[in-house]
C-alpha cells in the first residue's frame, strides 16, 4: 500500500515534468542571448526582456499583437451578447421556429470548416471583404457551441422567475436583460474564454483571407516569422512565448470557467 | 373562430386567454432576439454548406464560372495518389495520435485525481501546457526537432544518434505525431480529471472494503462509471485529428515528399494556392463523410455497452 503510495506520486511528478518540459524549453530558448545554445536544457543569462525589445522594436510583432487582440475581444463580446439572446430565447421563449433554429445549430456543430472555407471564401469575395477586418471576423463571429451553451444553461433558469417578472408588468426585452443575463454570466464568462481562446489559435481563416501583413493577427504572423528579422531560432521562440501569454493570463484569471468550458458536454447534467 | 376553438379546447379557458394575450409579446421577443443568429447561421452556415455540395459537382476554379461535371470529381479523387496519400496519412495520423494521446491521459488523470496538495498542485501545473496555442506550440516544436534542439539532447543521454526530424519524409509524420499527443494530453488529462472527480465517492469506498487492487479498482467500478466522458473525449480527439491543418502547415508544410500531407492540408492546397475550388469541394465532402461515419460509430460502439 505504502509502496503504492510512493510509486503512484513517482510516476505523476515525473509525468507532469514531461509534459513540462516544452514549456520549459521555451523558456530557455527565449531567454537565450543567440541562436548558439537550442538544447533549452540551461539558462544562459536571462535575455528575454532584450529579445521582447528587438521583437517589439523591429519586427511587427506589435501589428499582429494587435489584430489577434481586436480579433479575439470583438468576435468574443459579439459572440457572448448574440448567443445570449438567442440561447435564452430558444430555453425560455415559445415562438414561431423555434425548432428548426435548434435544428440548424446542431446541425452546424457537426460541419468541419475544411468543408465551410472555399464558399464561405467565395461569399466574403462577393461582398468585397478579403483583406478586411470584416472578412476575418464576421463568418467566424457566432459559434453553434456558444448558442447551444447557453441554450442549456438557460434551460435551468426557474420559470416562475419569468412569470413573477411579467405578472410585474416587465417587458420581454427587460427580462432578459435583468432577469436573464445576470443568472446567465458564468455561462457567458465562460463562453468568452472557450471563443477568445479559440479565436487567438485560428490559422486557417484568417490565412485564407488576409493578404496583407497588416490585418495578419498572431497565428499567421508566426508562420511567416521567417521573413521578418532574419530568422533567429531564439526570436521565434521569443515570439511564441509572447503569443502564449495572452491566454495563460486568462486561464489563470478565470480557471473554473476554462474547465467548465473544456468539460462541457463531457459531464453528466 | 380559431380563438373559439382554442379557448374550446383548454378546459381553463381564462387561463388559455391570458396565456395568448401574453403569448404575442413572447413570440415577438423570441424572434427578435433569435434574429441575428438565424440570418448569421443561414448566411455563413446553411448556404455554404448547399453552395459546397453543388460546387463538388462542377470544375470551378475561381476564374470562370462553374460548369456541372455530374461525379467526375469523385472518379478523379479516387485515382489521384495525392489525395490516397493524404487519406492514408490522416488514417495514420488520427490512429497514431487519438490512442497514445487517451491512453496516456488515463494513466495521468487517474492517480492525479485523488485529493492532496500536491496532486491539486500538480493539476494546476497540466493547464500550462494545455492552454498554450497550438501555432505557439509548433514554433516551439520546430526549435526542439532542430538539429541542436531538445529531441536531439535527448537521444543523446541514451546514445542514439541525432535524427533530422521534420526533414526525413520517415520521421516527419511521427514528429507531428509526438507533439500532437503532448498538446492534447494536457486538454485531456482535465477533461478527465475533472470526469473523475465527478464519480461518486462511495463507490471508491466500496471498492475499498472488498479489498480492491488499484487494478481492479480501476477496470471495474471507474472505467464504465468514466464512459461518457471517455466518449466525449474521444469524439472530440478523432474529430481534432481528422480536420488538423495547423501542425502540417506550421511544422513542415506538407512534406518532405508528401509524408505529412494530411487531407485537410491536401485540400486547403488544392482550394487556396491552386484554386481547384470545385475538386477541393469534393474532397471536403468526403473528409465530412467519413467524420459523419466515424463519430456515428464511436456513440454506437460506446453506447451499446449500457444494456
Known amino acids: 500500500m505504502r509502496a503504492g503510495t510512493i510509486l503512484r506520486t513517482v510516476w505523476l511528478i515525473v509525468a507532469v515534468g514531461f509534459m513540462l518540459l516544452p514549456v520549459y524549453a521555451m523558456l530557455v530558448v527565449a531567454s537565450a542571448p543567440d541562436d548558439t545554445d537550442l538544447r533549452g536544457l540551461v539558462f544562459n543569462g536571462f535575455h528575454l526582456p532584450e529579445n521582447i525589445r528587438v521583437l517589439f522594436g523591429e519586427g511587427n510583432l506589435p501589428t499582429y499583437l494587435r489584430n489577434s487582440l481586436i480579433l479575439c475581444v470583438g468576435t468574443g463580446a459579439l459572440d457572448v451578447l448574440f448567443s445570449a439572446a438567442a440561447g435564452y430565447a430558444m430555453a425560455q421563449l415559445s415562438f414561431p421556429g423555434r425548432r428548426v433554429l435548434f435544428a440548424l445549430v446542431i446541425g452546424t456543430l457537426a460541419l468541419t470548416p475544411m468543408v465551410l472555407v472555399i464558399p464561405v471564401f467565395l461569399i466574403v469575395k462577393e461582398l468585397g471583404w478579403v483583406n478586411t477586418f470584416q472578412g476575418m471576423m464576421v463568418p467566424g463571429m457566432i459559434s453553434a457551441f456558444g448558442v447551444f451553451l447557453v441554450r442549456q444553461f438557460a434551460l435551468g433558469i426557474p420559470k416562475e422567475l419569468l412569470l413573477a417578472a411579467r405578472a410585474d408588468g416587465a417587458g420581454e426585452f427587460r427580462i432578459f436583460a435583468r432577469i436573464a443575463v445576470p443568472l446567465l454570466k458564468p455561462a457567458l464568462i465562460t463562453l468568452f474564454l472557450v471563443h477568445f481562446l479559440g479565436q487567438w489559435d485560428n490559422l486557417l481563416w484568417p490565412l485564407i483571407v488576409a493578404n496583407e501583413q497588416e490585418l495578419w493577427p498572431l497565428p499567421v504572423g508566426l508562420a511567416n516569422f521567417q521573413s521578418e528579422v532574419g530568422f533567429t531560432y531564439h526570436l521565434t521562440t521569443t515570439a511564441a512565448l509572447v503569443t502564449a501569454v495572452p491566454p495563460f493570463i486568462l486561464m489563470v484569471a478565470l480557471q473554473r470557467y476554462y474547465v467548465a468550458g473544456l468539460t462541457f458536454g463531457g459531464l453528466k447534467r | ?307
Open chain 2, 1 to 307: 373562430m380559431s380563438v373559439l376553438g382554442r379557448v374550446r379546447a383548454r378546459p381553463q379557458a381564462t387561463a388559455g386567454v391570458l396565456g395568448r394575450g401574453r403569448a404575442r409579446p413572447e413570440a415577438t421577443a423570441g424572434v427578435a432576439l433569435t434574429l441575428p443568429v438565424a440570418v448569421f447561421f443561414v448566411v455563413f452556415w446553411l448556404v455554404p454548406f448547399l453552395a459546397a455540395i453543388y460546387l463538388s459537382f462542377t470544375d470551378y476554379e475561381m476564374a470562370g464560372t462553374p460548369n456541372w461535371i455530374g461525379l467526375a470529381n469523385y472518379e478523379r479523387m479516387f485515382a489521384d495518389p495525392g489525395f490516397l496519400n493524404s487519406a492514408w496519412i490522416t488514417v495514420v495520423y488520427t490512429v497514431c495520435t487519438v490512442v497514445p494521446t487517451i491512453v496516456l491521459a488515463l494513466l495521468v488523470a487517474v492517480p492525479l485525481s485523488r485529493p492532496g496538495r500536491l496532486n491539486r498542485g500538480l493539476r494546476a501545473l497540466v493547464m500550462i501546457p494545455a492552454v498554450m496555442p497550438l501555432a505557439a506550440t509548433s514554433m516551439v516544436w520546430v526549435i526542439i526537432y532542430s538539429d541542436r534542439g531538445l529531441a536531439n539532447t535527448l537521444l543523446g543521454l541514451v546514445g542514439i544518434d541525432p535524427q533530422s526530424w521534420l526533414t526525413s519524409s520517415d520521421l516527419a509524420i511521427w514528429a507531428l505525431v509526438v507533439m500532437v499527443v503532448w498538446k492534447s494530453m494536457g486538454l485531456f488529462v482535465i477533461i478527465l480529471t475533472a470526469g473523475l472527480q465527478a464519480l461518486p465517492g462511495e463507490v471508491y469506498e466500496a471498492a475499498a472494503i472488498d479489498g480492491s487492487g488499484a487494478v481492479t479498482t480501476f477496470t471495474r467500478p471507474t472505467l464504465p462509471l468514466l464512459r461518457r466522458t471517455l466518449l466525449f473525449v474521444l469524439v472530440i480527439s478523432v474529430a481534432g485529428s481528422m480536420q488538423a491543418f495547423v501542425p502540417a502547415f506550421l511544422l513542415t508544410g506538407g512534406g518532405p515528399a508528401d509524408a505529412t500531407q494530411v487531407l485537410p492540408y491536401y485540400i486547403w492546397a488544392n482550394a487556396f494556392p491552386y484554386e481547384h475550388m470545385g475538386y477541393a469541394a469534393a474532397m471536403g465532402m468526403v473528409l465530412l463523410a467519413a467524420m459523419v461515419i466515424v463519430s456515428a460509430l464511436q456513440f454506437g460502439f460506446l453506447k451499446g455497452g449500457d444494456e
